[in-house]
T-cell receptor
Framework: QKEVEQDPGPLSVPEGAIVSLNCTYS??????FMWYRQYSRKGPELLMY????GNKEDGRFTAQVDKSSKYISLFIRDSQPSDSATYLC???????????FGGGTRVLVKP | GAVVSQHPSRVICKSGTSVKIECRSL??????MFWYRQFPKKSLMLMAT?????????EQGVEKDKFLINHASLTLSTLTVTSAHPEDSSFYIC??????????FGPGTRLTVL
């Protein structure tokens, strides 16, 4: 079993819909949680960075962390075709700096 | 977010030659930089962690003599692929850590070895 599980998709939604992404993990020592967006042939772009449990909102993006369930989510409101990309969750322990990534979910927002 | 650049963005070389890739943090100082490799439709694979002024720490299975890493300053790390072969063809991405927090990634370098 992988340390971080993420559904590879593809997840196809109509423009304007809410995109819901999630990751589960097994390492209870993970304290920092990130979501990255990666377009084809580009480097990942940091979207959200959160510490421990709770919610964080930034524009159209909301990140949720539930440490008790070892489950994190990213919601994208009012999705646009430009949101079509691969979304990677990543996490790390408090003491280290090495990131553990999920496999990525490919999202397609159709006009 | 912070800006990390990589150069070159794309390189094609002959088998047996060496290729150097530069990674720069443009608007912050990064004591730690990371080098990743990504295969098509796969997630990122960490190759090594680079700390300014000290030797890089390589992940298991990554040949340190093949992938030379130098972190000469707080804003620059380089990866040199020595004696490149076709199996080294890949997408190489660096990241830089701001303080003890977020990691910001460069745009990546596509290496093709003929």
């Amino acid at each position: 079993q992988k340390e971080v599980e993420q559904d590879p998709g593809p997840l196809s939604v109509p423009e304007g819909a809410i995109v819901s992404l999630n990751c589960t993990y097994s390492n209870s020592a993970f304290q920092y949680f990130m979501w990255y967006r990666q377009y084809s042939r580009k480097g990942p772009e940091l979207l959200m960075y959160t510490y421990s449990s709770g919610n964080k909102e930034d524009g159209r993006f909301t990140a949720q962390v539930d440490k008790s369930s070892k489950y994190i989510s990213l919601f994208i409101r009012d999705s646009q075709p430009s949101d079509s990309a691969t979304y990677l969750c990543a996490m790390r322990e408090a003491a280290g700096n090495k990131l553990t990534f999920g496999g990525g979910t490919r999202v397609l927002v159709k006009p | 977010g912070a800006v990390v650049s990589q150069h070159p963005s794309r390189v094609i070389c002959k088998s047996g030659t060496s290729v150097k890739i530069e990674c720069r943090s443009l608007d912050f100082q990064a004591t730690t930089m990371f080098w990743y490799r990504q295969f098509p439709k796969k997630s990122l694979m960490l190759m090594a962690t680079s700390n300014e002024g000290s030797k890089a720490t390589y992940e298991q299975g990554v040949e340190k003599d093949k992938f030379l890493i130098n972190h000469a300053s707080l804003t620059l790390s380089t990866l040199t692929v020595t004696s490149a072969h076709p199996e080294d063809s890949s997408f190489y991405i660096c990241s830089a850590q701001r303080g003890l927090g977020e990691q910001f990634f460069g745009p990546g370098t596509r290496l093709t070895v003929l």
